[in-house]
Structures are given as structure tokens and as C-alpha cells.
């Protein structure tokens, strides 16, 4: 089965940093492009940062200079560095594969305070 867990969100004041990881198996992880998403309360889930299997990064422009979405394969792990954070950065971030978004983790808070 497929599972993800992602880890790493907590309350940061505006201009801190976080690291969010997400731990994928059920797949080969090594294949798939994989995505970090984020939804507020009454808005719907959008993608933030994406990176193939090779390794190209793309961003939302919203996040772009201030996050960093980067993988370990020999992990099975995608992470996203979060810098500069901004109040509008608080949700709930989860990862999933871009080929198939079927499936999500339990997602982490990332929560952005004055």
C-alpha cells in the first residue's frame, strides 16, 4: 500500500525557516515526480513545488525564492525548505506523486505568526 507521511510543521514567527520531510513507500519512489501541496481553511489544495525524477524543480510564484523542494532517493524522501515565511504561508502541507495524486499523508500544520 502506499503511504506517505510528511513531518516537520509547527508555529514559526513571519521570516522563519521550517523543513517539512515527507517519507514515501508503496512505490518506487525513485520513478515519480512528487509535489508538496498546501490547503488553508476555505481554500482549495494547490500545488506549491513539484520536482521530477530528475531532479527539475518548479515552484508556485508565490513560494518561489523563498522555498526549496529537494529528494533523496536512497531515503524515499522529498523534502521542502521554507524560508522568508510569510503569514499567507499557513496551512496544512502534504506531499504526493504529481502522476497520481490518489493518495495523501496525514499532512503537517505549518502555522505563521506576527
Known amino acids: 500500500q502506499v503511504q506517505l507521511v510528511e513531518s516537520g510543521g509547527g508555529l514559526v514567527q513571519a521570516g522563519g525557516s521550517l523543513r517539512l520531510s515527507c517519507a514515501a513507500s508503496?512505490?518506487?519512489?525513485?520513478?515519480?515526480?512528487m509535489g508538496w501541496f498546501r490547503q488553508a481553511p476555505g481554500k482549495q489544495r494547490e500545488l506549491v513545488a513539484s520536482?521530477?525524477?530528475?531532479?527539475?524543480?518548479a515552484y508556485a510564484d508565490s513560494v518561489k525564492g523563498r522555498f526549496t523542494i529537494s529528494r533523496d532517493n536512497a531515503k524515499n524522501t522529498v523534502y521542502l525548505q521554507m524560508d522568508s515565511l510569510k503569514l499567507e504561508d499557513t496551512a496544512a502541507y502534504y506531499c504526493?506523486?504529481?502522476?497520481?495524486?490518489?493518495?495523501w499523508g496525514q499532512g503537517t500544520q505549518v502555522t505563521v505568526s506576527s
Open positions: 504526493a506523486t504529481i502522476a497520481s495524486t490518489n493518495y
Open positions: 520536482i521530477t525524477s530528475a531532479g527539475t524543480a
Open positions: 508503496g512505490i518506487i519512489f525513485s520513478r515519480n515526480a
